[in-house]
């Protein structure tokens, strides 16, 4: 398996990778962690093809999504006086692997037995007596502090100790920028292939500009951005001006020397609105513009 999924051109996403695929063959937890967006759960299931256990079956769970009240039965299975067994998470991923997503959401009523099913490889079906004991692996992701929910109480040190000896960080889109290019064109053309329209492409400019925006929602928001854009204007060359106005405002504000630009802007009106005893009639006509532009740029600044 070669982990052709993820692009890997950048050194940062070319360590994480090279890390995945050694660990991979081996059968030992491993908790991936990252921004929202980074591709945890992709790498998780590149590792899960890459392993010795690939025709095995992979049950991911939210782990947000499990009850509070439940999550024992919901976890590892229940079995009612009369009623036949109702297995688990566990029991359906017994011989392959369990991708516990965003397990710092894990109920804490239930943290002791994952760790007894990582120490011991045995889990207990609510209303029965004796455990089962069938392998299984446990791959989980997270996009939260660990260390401060164990700090909140919130996770218990132990389960969190087992679970982060083999620890891998997904750097944020940002800190990847060498695969922009390649993963703007993958997204573009998968999307053309889904949505039977002609792949978009990217102008130098746009590139330019999508270099200097922060990405806070990383490739998932990458891939939203290529959905949006291949649907309005398939076959487009995309240039700046076509991309959507809070990534223009943002990537200006993060151009070299913008923020320098801004603070003396901010100054300037501030130093006039001063001088003028917070009259904006007057600061304006010390600043040689109009009211309402003075209005948007203390509305723009938050300087109202």
Same mark, same amino acid.
């Given at each position: 398996?070669?982990?052709? =999924?993820?692009?890997? %051109?950048?050194?940062?996403?070319?360590?994480?990778?090279?890390?995945?695929?050694l660990?991979?063959?081996?059968?030992?937890?491993? @908790?991936?962690?990252?921004?929202?967006?980074v591709?945890?759960?992709?790498?998780?299931?590149?590792? $899960?093809?890459?392993?010795?256990?690939?025709?095995?079956? @992979?049950?991911?769970?939210?782990?947000? =999504? +499990?009850? =509070? %009240?439940?999550?024992?039965?919901?976890?590892?299975?229940?079995?009612?006086?009369?009623?036949?067994?109702?297995?688990?998470?566990?029991?359906?991923?017994?011989?392959?692997?369990?991708?516990? #997503?965003?397990?710092?959401e +894990?109920?804490?009523a239930?943290?002791? /037995?994952?760790l007894?099913?990582?120490?011991?490889?045995?889990?207990?079906?609510?209303?029965? /007596?004796?455990?089962?004991?069938?392998? $299984?692996?446990?791959?989980?992701?997270?996009?939260?502090?660990?260390?401060?929910?164990?700090?909140?109480?919130?996770?218990?040190? #132990?389960?969190?100790?087992? @679970?982060?000896?083999?620890?891998?960080?997904?750097?944020?889109?940002?800190?990847?920028? #060498?695969? @922009?290019?390649?993963?703007?064109?993958?997204?573009?053309?998968?999307?053309?292939?889904?949505?039977?329209?002609?792949?978009?492409?990217?102008?130098?400019?746009?590139?330019? +500009?999508? *270099?200097?925006?922060?990405?806070?929602?990383?490739?998932?928001?990458?891939?939203?951005?290529?959905?949006?854009?291949?649907?309005?204007?398939?076959? !487009?060359?995309?240039?700046?001006?076509?991309?959507?106005?809070?990534?223009?405002?943002?990537? %200006?504000?993060?151009?070299?020397? =913008?923020?320098?630009?801004?603070? *003396?802007?901010?100054?300037?009106?501030?130093?006039?609105? #001063?001088?003028a005893?917070?009259?904006?009639?007057?600061?304006?006509?010390?600043l040689?513009?109009?009211?309402?532009? +003075?209005?948007? !740029?203390?509305?723009?600044?938050?300087?109202?």
């Amino acid at each position: 398996m070669s982990f052709s =999924a993820i692009s890997q %051109q950048s050194p940062a996403m070319a360590q994480v990778v090279d890390s995945a695929r050694l660990l991979a063959a081996l059968d030992v937890p491993v @908790l991936l962690q990252g921004e929202t967006g980074v591709g945890k759960t992709l790498l998780a299931e590149q590792m $899960v093809a890459a392993s010795t256990r690939p025709e095995q079956p @992979l049950v991911s769970i939210n782990c947000a =999504a +499990l009850s =509070a %009240q439940r999550a024992a039965e919901q976890l590892f299975g229940e079995r009612r006086p009369g009623q036949p067994l109702q297995p688990g998470y566990v029991q359906s991923a017994a011989g392959g692997t369990l991708l516990l #997503d965003e397990v710092a959401e +894990l109920p804490l009523a239930v943290q002791g /037995s994952l760790l007894r099913l990582l120490e011991q490889g045995e889990w207990q079906v609510v209303g029965e /007596s004796r455990p089962h004991q069938q392998p $299984v692996r446990i791959l989980a992701t997270s996009n939260a502090d660990m260390l401060a929910r164990v700090r909140a109480g919130d996770f218990r040190m #132990d389960l969190y100790q087992r @679970l982060a000896v083999v620890a891998v960080q997904l750097p944020p889109l940002r800190e990847r920028l #060498d695969d @922009l290019p390649v993963l703007l064109r993958e997204c573009s053309e998968q999307v053309a292939d889904q949505y039977h329209v002609s792949p978009i492409r990217f102008s130098a400019s746009a590139l330019k +500009l999508l *270099r200097r925006y922060r990405w806070p929602g990383n490739v998932r928001e990458l891939k939203n951005l290529c959905q949006r854009l291949s649907l309005l204007l398939p076959g !487009r060359v995309i240039d700046a001006s076509n991309l959507p106005a809070e990534m223009l405002a943002e990537s %200006q504000r993060s151009r070299p020397g =913008a923020m320098d630009l801004i603070g *003396r802007e901010v100054a300037l009106i501030q130093k006039a609105l #001063d001088e003028a005893g917070g009259n904006k009639s007057r600061a304006a006509r010390l600043l040689g513009i109009s009211r309402d532009t +003075l209005n948007y !740029r203390l509305r723009k600044y938050k300087l109202v």
